[in-house]
């Protein structure tokens, strides 16, 4: 049985026994496609077996399928593994929404149905609401079944998996919220490490580590790895910030003998390690990314592409940038600054989020919310402004509600005005 290895993570320098390697991140690669999710090396390995097939004459007694079809999922993937929407990408992306918007595959539209999209689908949606959704069986429940809702063709059996795979999902948020406080409690009675954040606990459920790592990533800006330990064996999962390359510094701890598995790109990785050996690890990494990272990489830094006054944030003005679209990872949403703003009704919703209103200089007003931002610096700084003015930095996006559109900003930062 010949096999064929279809991957995109940072190959090693000795390859698989296999009939073929098709990754663009092997060593002897110098393809310019890199950036590519093994979602979209997949597909172009079908395009190229069908255009085989074309020639060699295998449709002239059959119907050739037509491959953009299956550009949904393409974009699916390629969204939710966090490959960067550049190049070829933007492409995948950009068409597979169109595909998306067709509700042609029936399990992608039933979890639509279920998840409240009422609106031709994004990156943010294929990312946020529908992803988490399908991966949510394998995290909590039944790895099976986003596969089976994503290749069904029956309607009623996609509208029960669906309802299964939220159902799973609100489940995941909260054994998440749980794993979290504790590894923020574990990380705050600690001396602090300068390079990594790594925690490890029993009774983890390995399902939720990756995303607890993001979280970790978020508070602290510095690499983080998070262990579920189990029979003497851990199961991590880790997250970078940029120019710290942790699939490179799992992939040598791996040839150091330091790990049982593991691999990864720059920006994630994942590996299993004895328990034993997770101080050696941890060690380790916090040595890679001090001896690694440049100059700067773990400051926190908020990039931004210009200065508005809330009057200027309208409708017209974000379906104008919307042409920039899709977003995500290596092409963010624009992020602007409002200089020298008020703000008014700050208040708490939910639990972690802070919303209020930006009065310009003019007397504009802009809603604006700030998500997990309660337990913050710039929580507390929404919250006490007390009519002092101050800069602050968000992206724009639509606020739908009840038939009416309004412009919203998701505040990421705010600095007093000097």
Known sequence: LDVIVVDHHVAEPRLPRAHAVINPNRLDDNSPHGQMAAVGVTFLLVAAVNRALRECGWYEKRAEPDLRQWLDLVALGTVCDVALLTGINRVFVTQGGKVMAGRGNPGISALADVAGIDEAPSAYHAGFVLGPRVNAGGRVGESSLGARLLASDDKDECQDIARRLDSYNK????????????????????????????????????????????????????????????????????RSVRGVDLGAAILNARQQDLLLNGGGHPMAAGFTVSEGALEAL?????????????????????????????????????????????????????????????????????????????????GARLKAIAFRAVERPLGAALLNSNGMPLHIAGHLQVDRWQGRENAQLIIEDAAPVT
Do not use: M
Not at 313 to 332: E, I, M, Q, W, Y
């Open 282 to 362: 941890r060690s380790f990494l916090s040595q890679w990314v001090a001896g690694t990272a440049g100059e700067g990489s773990l400051v926190p830094e908020l990039s931004v592409d210009g200065a508005i006054q809330p009057a200027a944030a309208t409708v017209d003005f974000l379906t104008k940038l919307d042409r920039l679209a899709p977003f995500g990872s290596g092409n963010a949403r624009p992020r602007f600054v409002f200089p020298g703003v008020s703000i008014q009704k700050a208040d708490v919703v939910g639990i972690h989020h802070v919303r209020c209103f930006l009065k310009g200089q003019d």
């Open 171 to 238: 489940e995941r948020r909260d054994i998440e919220a749980r794993c979290l406080e504790e590894a923020i409690d574990l990380v705050e009675s600690r001396p602090s490490d300068p390079g990594v954040v790594f925690v490890a606990a029993h009774g983890w459920h390995p399902g939720v580590i990756g995303i607890v790592a993001s979280r970790l990533v978020e508070r602290y800006n510095r690499p983080a790895c998070v262990v579920a330990i189990e029979d003497g064996v851990g199961k991590g999962s880790g």
